[in-house]
């Protein structure tokens, strides 16, 4: 494996880097000293700069640059899309609904009728519309197959009743990809089907789930006799498992999560080196470097895996890589709770801070410690990676 990167390479990277820079210049100050998701949805200025970021993404022709030449993309090789990723997220820049661009629009592609292709790709790839995500429900999570939101067909029309949960920006979203059962006496992954919703329709109803730091990032969505058009039906009916599951598998391979916390940990570093404790330096005292080696060694093992995944998936590979990227989600999230327990840790009562000029780091690491909560849940719990890890990385045989 070589991950040195070719001259274009370079050169791609430092234009991303000089564009980040000076564009992040204009941000918000949620973009310093909150975590990502809170700067994008909680506030209107943090929202209206991920919509201005997107769109400048769309013109640099950054933001499709994945997809394939055929919609409107450059189909990017896997070693472009892993430097993008890395600079957007250590800058902490904001301008890619990922629900819209990474995980709803390829399952167009794949399934939609050239119609609904020609509708719902291009505003997608100008950066002008936000979707999310319509999948969990109060009842079904980790077993999503057991959801029961209905939608049942009445004429040109399905009808849909029930409850989403934990939508994350459902409240900012144009449109939400939905997952509901159109055939009720089916049971489980039968009888599903894949809708596109305007957010928009009379009988939605989006109440907003209060994290635990008072940020609006997550959703309850409720639908009460909601009509949606037959012709917003995503797939065949009854389909809808088969395309969920291709959407789940447009993974990455989580080299972005690295830049991130690289990001973070120098902060950290900083503000080691620039802090005493009863008069002692932190960076002499051995328990604060012992720790702060071990996070770092972590981080360039984890962010070599990421590579590693990355590589596979050039050659090819796709087959060994859903285990491998179950290990890499793993693998980040738990570092990251480990580094930013670690750093509330050594700042003390003040690591507790978060609006006051007392707050070290612009209280950005208890923002973390707060938000880093819901990375082990989200996407597919680290239970769950690790049932995948079991089965499909080591073969052990699968329990139903
Ligand atoms: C911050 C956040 C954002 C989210 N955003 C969205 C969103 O935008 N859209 C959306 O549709 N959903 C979203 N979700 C929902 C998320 O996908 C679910 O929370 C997740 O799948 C877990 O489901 P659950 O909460 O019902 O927990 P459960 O599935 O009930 O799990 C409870 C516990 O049991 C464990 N468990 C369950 N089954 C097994 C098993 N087979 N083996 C071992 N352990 C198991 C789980 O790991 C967990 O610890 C979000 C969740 C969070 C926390």
């Known amino acids: 494996m070589d991950f040195s990167l070719t001259e274009e390479q370079r050169a791609f990277k430092s234009e991303l880097e000089d564009f980040f820079r000076e564009e992040m210049k204009n941000a918000p100050p949620c973009y310093q000293n909150t975590t990502l998701i809170e700067a994008m949805y909680h506030t209107d200025e943090g929202f209206a700069f991920h919509r201005y970021m997107q769109k400048r993404l769309a013109e640099k022709g950054w933001l499709t640059m994945a997809w394939p030449e055929k919609y409107g993309g450059r189909g990017a090789s896997i070693a472009e899309q892993v430097i993008f990723n890395e600079v957007h997220s250590y800058y902490r820049a904001p301008g890619i609904d ?9 399952t167009v592609m794949l399934f939609a009728s050239e119609e609904q292709k020609a509708r719902i790709l291009p505003p997608i790839a100008r950066g002008e519309v936000q979707y999310c995500q319509g999948w969990s429900e109060p009842n079904a999570g980790s077993d999503l197959a057991s959801l029961s939101t209905t939608a049942v067909r009445d004429g040109d029309y399905y009808v849909v009743n029930g409850q989403k949960t934990w939508t994350t920006a459902g409240h ?25 919703v305007d957010m928009g329709l009379p009988g939605i109803e989006v109440r907003p789930i209060r994290y635990m730091n008072g940020g609006h990032f997550y959703n309850e969505v409720f639908f009460t006799d909601v009509k949606i058009h037959k012709d917003e039906l995503v797939g065949p009916e009854g389909d809808g498992w088969k395309l969920t599951r291709a959407t789940m598998n447009f993974e990455r391979s989580g080299a972005g999560a690295y830049a991130a916390l690289l990001r973070s940990f120098e902060e950290l570093l900083e503000y080691v080196k620039g ?22 060694t972590d981080l ?22 859903p285990a491998a990227a179950s290990e890499s989600k793993v693998f980040a999230t738990e570092l990251r709770q480990r580094m930013v327990n670690f750093a509330t840790e050594i700042m003390g009562p003040y690591g507790q801070l978060e609006d006051s000029p007392w707050a070290p780091l612009g209280g950005s690491m208890v923002e973390g410690y707060q938000t880093v909560i819901g990375s082990t849940i989200y996407a597919g719990t680290n239970e769950i990676q690790r049932n995948i890890i079991a089965w499909a990385g080591l073969r052990l045989p699968r329990i139903k």
Do not use: C
């Open 172 to 196: 900012r979203a144009d449109h939400m990809f939905l997952l509901a059962r159109t055939d009720p006496s089916k049971k489980r992954n039968a009888g599903l089907s894949v809708f596109n």
């Open 300 to 321: 360039r093992a984890g962010w070599a895996h990421s590579y590693m995944i990355a590589w596979l998936q050039e050659q090819g590979k796709t087959a060994f890589t």
């Open 275 to 296: 802090t005493s404790r009863d008069g002692k330096p932190l960076a002499q005292d051995p328990v604060v470097r012992r720790k702060l080696a071990m996070i770092y």
């Open 98 to 106: 990922r629900f819209g661009v990474a995980m709803f629009a390829p």
